[in-house]
C-alpha cells in the first residue's frame, strides 16, 4: 500500500490474485469448489486412516492369536474351578435357607 496524502491509501492492484472480484458469481462459486475439494480430501484422508486401523488390528490379532487361545483356555479352567465352588456354596446357601423356612413354620405352626 502506497500512502499518497495524508489519510489517503491507494488501494493494491488485484489483478495477479486468484480471488480478486471479478464478480460475485465466479468468487463464490470458486470458493464452494473450493470447500468441497477440501470436504472430499479430508473425508478421504479419514477414511484411509480407519481402513488402516482395520488392517492394523487385524494383523495384531493374527499375530497374538496362539496368546490369546492360551489365555482363554486358562481362563476357561478358571470359570470352571469358581463355578464348581459356586455350585457348592449354593448348595449350602439352599440347605440354610430351607432350614431356616422350615424352623419358621414349624414356631408358626403352620404346614403350608
Same mark, same amino acid.
Given at each position: 500500500?502506497?500512502? &499518497?496524502?495524508?489519510?489517503?491509501?491507494?488501494?493494491?492492484?488485484?489483478?495477479?490474485?486468484?480471488?480478486?472480484?471479478?464478480?460475485?458469481?465466479?468468487? /463464490? @462459486?470458486?470458493? !464452494?469448489? /473450493?470447500? !468441497?475439494?477440501?470436504? !472430499?480430501?479430508? !473425508?478421504?484422508?479419514?477414511?484411509?486412516?480407519?481402513?488402516?486401523?482395520?488392517?492394523?488390528?487385524?494383523?495384531?490379532?493374527? &499375530?497374538?492369536?496362539?496368546?490369546?487361545e492360551r489365555e482363554a483356555l486358562e481362563l476357561t479352567v478358571y470359570k470352571r474351578r469358581s463355578s464348581a465352588?459356586?455350585? &457348592?456354596?449354593?448348595?449350602?446357601? &439352599?440347605?440354610?435357607?430351607?432350614?431356616?423356612?422350615?424352623?419358621?413354620? @414349624?414356631?408358626?405352626?403352620?404346614?403350608?
Open positions: 500500500m502506497e500512502t &499518497l496524502a495524508a489519510g489517503t491509501v491507494q488501494l493494491l492492484d488485484l489483478r495477479h490474485n486468484p480471488y480478486r472480484r471479478v464478480s460475485n458469481h465466479r468468487y /463464490e @462459486k470458486r470458493m !464452494i469448489l /473450493e470447500g !468441497i475439494k477440501l470436504s !472430499i480430501i479430508g !473425508i478421504l484422508v479419514v477414511f484411509i486412516f480407519l481402513c488402516l486401523l482395520v488392517v492394523v488390528m487385524h494383523a495384531s490379532a493374527m &499375530l497374538l492369536r496362539r496368546y490369546t465352588n459356586a455350585l &457348592l456354596k449354593d448348595h449350602r446357601l &439352599l440347605a440354610v435357607i430351607s432350614a431356616a423356612v422350615s424352623a419358621h413354620r @414349624k414356631r408358626k405352626g403352620s404346614i403350608t
